[in-house]
Nanobody, 126 residues
Framework: VQLQASGGGLVQAGASLKLSCAAS????????MAWFRQAPGSEREFVAA????????YYADSVKGRFTVSRDNAKNTVVLQMNSLKPEDTAVYYC????????????????????WGQGTLVTVSS
């Protein structure tokens, strides 16, 4: 499975930005998709996840009410809509895909994901 992320950029605080991640290859094994982020000097952290069916979503407390994760089944794409962005949202954002073999791991754990896309930089200025 290959993941291709897009949509990062530079925005001002309070603005919105949409990230997309397109999955290709053997997507039949997929169980869920997620977004993680890593700020300079910080550990990679969980942002949001959605099951492959799109029926369940999970969010980090820091983004609840501001970010929305969704699946576009027809396009094998996961979208992260980010609203009311804050400077502390500045990070490289990575999309990740987890197979059914790792369904037993919690969605917030990096070990739950087999496949990772390249990062896309989001910079929020104050």
């Amino acid at each position: 499975v290959q993941l291709q992320a897009s949509g990062g950029g530079l925005v001002q605080a309070g603005a919105s930005l949409k990230l997309s991640c397109a999955a290709s290859g053997r997507t039949s094994v997929m169980f869920r998709m997620a977004w993680f982020r890593q700020a300079p000097g910080s550990e990679r952290e969980f942002v949001a996840a959605v099951t492959w069916s799109g029926s369940s979503t999970y969010y980090a407390d820091s983004v609840k009410g501001r970010f929305t994760v969704s699946r576009d089944n027809a396009k094998n794409t996961v979208v992260l809509q980010m609203n009311s962005l804050k400077p502390e949202d500045t990070a490289v954002y990575y999309c990740a895909g987890g197979s059914r073999a790792k369904a037993g791991f919690g969605s917030i754990l990096a070990r739950a994901y087999d496949y990772w896309g390249q990062g896309t930089l989001v910079t929020v200025s104050s």
